[in-house]
T-cell receptor, first 110, second 113 residues
Framework: DGGITQSPKYLFRKEGQNVTLSCEQN?????MYWYRQDPGQGLRLIYY???????QKGDIAEGYSVSREKKESFPLTVTSAQKNPTAFYLC?????????FGEGSWLTVV | GQQVMQIPQYQHVQEGEDFTTYCNSS?????IQWYKQRPGGHPVFLIQ?????EVKKQKRLTFQFGEAKKNSSLHITATQTTDVGTYFC?????????????FGKGTKLSVIP
C-alpha cells in the first residue's frame, strides 16, 4: 500500500549473518507489524508494536529482533539464530481494524 | 492467538465457473476480514464483516458471516482471470491492550482461460 515502504525488495544473506529489513510509513499509524509468509503457511506474526518504544513478540519471534524508536520506522533484524530465514517478509500498519501491508521483502539465505 | 481454518488450500476453476472459500473458527469472532494477494504482490484488504449473518457484495464477490459468528465464506461468481490470487480470511485477537490479526492459510485460486 502507498505510504509503507519496505527495503530492500530482494536480499541474499550468507548463513551466520544478521540482516536488517527496513520498514518506513508515512500514514501516521500507531500500530505496526511484521509478518512472515511461507508457501502454504499463510501469514505468521513475528513482532508487533502498538506505540513508539514498545513492542511485543508474536507467534514466531525466535531468531528475530525489532526496535521502534520512531513512529515512522519499525525495522526487523533477522539474526543468525533464525534457523530457516528464507521467506517473504511483510511489514504492515493498522488503522482501526484494518491492516495495510507494504510490498514485502524477499530474503534468501545462500 | 486464536486460529482460523481456511479451506480449500488450492482451487483450479475454468473461467466462468464459480469459486468459494471457507473460513472457520472454534471461537466466536468479533469480526472477520478478507484479503486478496495477487501473485508476486502483497495482501490487500477487501472487506470486513461484523454482524451475525451479514452478507456483503462487491460486484461478483459475495461475503458472508455466519449466524454464530464462527465461520465466513467468500464466493466469486463467474470467475475471471483477474480473480487469480490467494484469498485470506483474518480474525482479530485482542488482549492486554494489544490487537493482532490471525490469518488463515489462504486459498490459492487459479483460473484456466
Amino acid at each position: 500500500d502507498g505510504g509503507i515502504t519496505q527495503s530492500p525488495k530482494y536480499l541474499f544473506r550468507k548463513e551466520g549473518q544478521n540482516v536488517t529489513l527496513s520498514c518506513e510509513q508515512n500514514l501516521n499509524h500507531d500500530a505496526m507489524y511484521w509478518y512472515r509468509q511461507d508457501p502454504g503457511q499463510g501469514l505468521r506474526l513475528i513482532y508487533y508494536s502498538q506505540i513508539v518504544n514498545d513492542f511485543q513478540k508474536g507467534d514466531i519471534a525466535e531468531g528475530y529482533s525489532v526496535s521502534r524508536e520512531k513512529k515512522e520506522s519499525f525495522p526487523l533484524t533477522v539474526t543468525s539464530a533464525q534457523k530457516n530465514p528464507t521467506a517473504f517478509y511483510l511489514c504492515a500498519t493498522r488503522r482501526g481494524n484494518t491492516i495495510y501491508f507494504g510490498e514485502g521483502s524477499w530474503l534468501t539465505v545462500v | 492467538g486464536q486460529q482460523v481454518m481456511q479451506i480449500p488450500q488450492y482451487q483450479h476453476v475454468q473461467e466462468g465457473e464459480d469459486f468459494t472459500t471457507y473460513c472457520n473458527s472454534s471461537t466466536t469472532l468479533s469480526n472477520i476480514q478478507w484479503y486478496k494477494q495477487r501473485p508476486g504482490g502483497h495482501p490487500v484488504f477487501l472487506i470486513q464483516l461484523v454482524k451475525s449473518g451479514e452478507v456483503k457484495k462487491q460486484k461478483r464477490l459475495t461475503f458472508q458471516f455466519g449466524e454464530a459468528k464462527k465461520n465466513s465464506s467468500l464466493h466469486i461468481t463467474a470467475t475471471q482471470t483477474t480473480d487469480v490470487g490467494t484469498y485470506f480470511c483474518a480474525a482479530p485477537y485482542s488482549g492486554a491492550g494489544s490487537y493482532q490479526l490471525t490469518f488463515g492459510k489462504g486459498t490459492k485460486l487459479s483460473v484456466i482461460p
